[in-house]
Every structure is written in structure tokens, then in C-alpha cells.
């Protein structure tokens, strides 16, 4: 049984990974995109804010795969 846990653990893991590298991807994306010509302020102001919404949740992602690695380690040292 505790092999079913770490193989769904590394799974979870493996998934938030992915959607990390995903998202990481879509910001870089973003901030290397150039700007085009006669873009207007308030068009610019809402690329900023999406950019950084989406550095936010990058972040999160990252947040979240870094507990998820801290509790496995926790558990699998703990099931010793």
C-alpha cells in the first residue's frame, strides 16, 4: 500500500511539474513577445497585468510543487 501512495505522490508531483513548465513557458513567451507599434496605454497597462498574472500563478505552481516534494520527503522519511 505504501508503494500505491509514493507512486500517486510522484504522479501529483510529476503533474504539478508539468503545469509549472507550462506556465513558466507562457510567461517567458509573454515577456519576449515585442511590442508592436501604436500600441496604445491602456492596451499595454492590460498586457502588464496579464503578465503579472500569470507570474503569479507560476509562482504559485512553483510554491505548490515545492510543499508537494517537502511532504513526500517528510512521509517517506517518516515511513521508516
Known sequence: MRAFHRNLHCAALTQ???VRKITVAKAEDA???PLQDGL???AGITRR???IERLKTATAV???GALMT????AWL???D
Open 70 to 73: 517537502w511532504c513526500r520527503c
Open 77 to 79: 522519511i517518516g515511513s
Open 62 to 64: 512553483t510554491a505548490a
Open 49 to 51: 497585468r496579464e503578465r
Open 31 to 33: 515577456d519576449s513577445t
Open 40 to 42: 496604445s496605454i491602456p
Open 16 to 18: 504539478i511539474l508539468k
